[in-house]
């Protein structure tokens, strides 16, 4: 099957089946006898249109009088990004190759459509207007970055229109892959020596110690990833476990815990020394968790399927150390999921989604002792799921206050608002996903 036609069926699995692009892209990839080059232009062109998607198709309705049925569109898209975005691949193949996907998926007659728009596209691009930024701001940026209108809103609700702008554009960008060095089999030395002595090229974390970015392809297979030496992890989901700060000998409780990247850190850093209870509620996603401990060499956590919203009473007030990452609208990770981008949110379902928040962390209060701490995470961006669901936390729990996190968020991470006890990273300042983290301490 050719590069194109199976890029073709993961954006088909993405735009009408709803299906994560992650999950088809590995799924459609497996078993096929394919080289790295192919596999590359598939990802750039899957990747690539789902994250241009409201940019192509402004521009396509210039060509276009009434939208097509999704699988015509979705060959335009791809076409039409072709010709905009990659630069080696020629106008004709660009066309061609698009015609003949849809003569054998659609038919002649669709066919024949494809080929007129795109080629109409590349007579008249010029004669595009696109929105004006001093007069509309909100489609400018929605057209310009190609972002769905609640996200758009989202930012402009948080930041001025120049920060906005900046922001979108930074979570466009292509993140380097970053991996955590598992402690608990390798000093940091001694893998960046094995990774010399293998001609693997890498780079040292921006902030955190045990984060590298290192030159591997298909990772999964590699043996460095195999024997539990690394694993795949931004530096911002790094800085959550460092900032709950877990120490040898603790209770700790993550309750939203699958896949485990934040839960196999915190073993780490207590060195398998201490007790943690990973829940989450789908089954399934708690094997992904003890799949990582066994390849990584953690011994100390045990899963449980369970509601986070809801409260276990066997573990109330028994917790040194809890950590809500709770689930939230991930804007903060578009680099590296841009479906997030189809997301539709309406006001109601931010509303509901905040309230899901809420009743994750009132639980997870319940399990910290006194003295103890708990952590209030997500990876995304604003103060609709951040700082309104904490400061309303607060307000009804006076029994807990923020914690100054100076001290254990690197000193080259700057943020002014550390000593209020959080902090919100972004790709625009800090270079890597946009997440929150916020430090409670229990006081009575």
Known sequence: MKAREIAYNILHDVFEKHAYVNI?????LKGQDLKEMDKSFIKELVFGTIERKYTLDFILSF???????????TLLEM???QLMYMDKVPSYAAINESVSIVKKVLGANRANFVNAVLRNYERKKGEIVFPD???NLKKYLKVTYSYPNWIVERLLNNYDGEI????????NEKSEVCYRVNTLKVSVDKFKDILDSKGISYKSGLY??????VDIKDVENHELYKEGYIYV??????LVSKVLRPEEGEFVLDVCAAPGGKTTHIGQLIENKGEIIAFDIHPHRLELIKENCERLGITNVKTEVFDATYVNEKYLEKADKVLADVPCTGIGIIRKKPDIKLKDYTKKDIENLNEIQYKILQSSSQYVKKGGYLVYSTCTIGKEENQNVINRFIKNNPNFEFVDITNEVPKSLKSDTLSYGYIQTTPLEHGIDGFFICKLKRIK
């Open 133 to 135: 930024k001093s007069k």
């Open 24 to 28: 088809s892209l590995n799924a459609r």
């Open 63 to 73: 060509f276009i009088k009434k939208s097509p049925d999704i699988k015509t569109m």
């Open 164 to 171: 906005t702008e900046g922001l979108l554009k930074s979570l």
């Open 208 to 213: 955190i110690d045990e984060a590298l970015y």
């Open 79 to 81: 076409g039409l990004y």
């Open 233 to 238: 992890q931004d530096e911002a989901s790094m």
